[in-house]
């Protein structure tokens, strides 16, 4: 299956998807693509040493978003993409990718949705004081996080916490869960029928290993 990543900033989950393919973890998969709105970006430098095309653009050149996500949905459509996957896109997706793409979209998010959706959600919950927060991973639709999810992993907050310790907890827990949830999908694993998804895998974990401090 043909996959393109969608990201914004350091590209730590990019990373993850591309090492799990290099070892075999995710199997029958390839990234094509790389989507980045931000030239600065850290995940441009990963994708060039992984040798995977990027298309890099700048929102403020377009007059509106149905027109840089048309000029994406082309590149998109030329490099045969068939899974889209927003690892840290900090934008909301609009019409023109989501009728193409619908049901073929995926997002992670740092927090156990419905709980602290949008733009930092891990500083969220450290100021709430939750004790448990965690990770969504989730169909896309035209909301913010609020797509059908498909797989939600728990992360404890321990009473030594800072806003830091809790945020390496949650990303290296991104990191297993992500490639493994693309797998699902590539596998053909992943029933979506309205906001149920059911995943056709018995082996699949659901809840993960609770990481102790």
């Given at each position: 299956m043909k996959i393109a990543v969608f990201a914004s900033?350091?590209?730590s989950n990019f990373a993850a998807i591309m090492e799990a393919i290099q070892n075999g973890a995710l199997t029958g998969a390839e990234v094509?693509?790389?989507?980045?709105?931000?030239?600065?970006?850290?995940?441009?430098?990963?994708?060039?040493?992984?040798e995977v095309p990027v298309f890099l653009f700048n929102a403020k050149d377009y007059p509106d978003k149905p027109s840089f996500e048309r000029e994406i949905l082309q590149r998109l459509e030329n490099a045969g993409v068939e899974l889209i996957v927003l690892a840290g896109y900090m934008r909301l997706i609009g019409d023109t990718l989501l009728k193409a793409y619908g049901g073929r979209m995926i997002n992670l998010h740092p927090s156990l949705l419905p709980s602290f959706p949008g733009k930092d959600a891990i500083g969220?919950?450290?100021?709430?004081?939750?004790?448990?927060?965690?990770?969504?991973?989730?169909?896309?639709?035209?909301?913010?996080?609020?797509?059908?999810?498909i797989v939600q992993r728990p992360v404890p907050v321990y009473g030594k916490d800072d806003?830091?310790?809790?945020a390496e907890r949650i990303h290296r827990e991104e990191h297993r869960l992500l490639p493994q949830v693309v797998q699902l999908l590539v596998s053909g694993n992943v029933r979506l029928n309205g906001r149920q998804v059911?995943?056709?895998a018995e082996d699949f974990e659901y809840s993960g290993g609770v990481e102790k401090p």
């Open positions: 900033g350091s590209g094509e693509l790389l989507v980045c709105d931000k030239p600065e970006a850290y995940v441009v430098q990963r994708a060039a040493q992984y969220q919950a450290f100021r709430y004081g939750v004790k448990v927060t965690g990770i969504t991973v989730h169909f896309v639709d035209e909301g913010m996080d609020t797509g059908p999810i806003e830091t310790a809790l059911q995943i056709e």
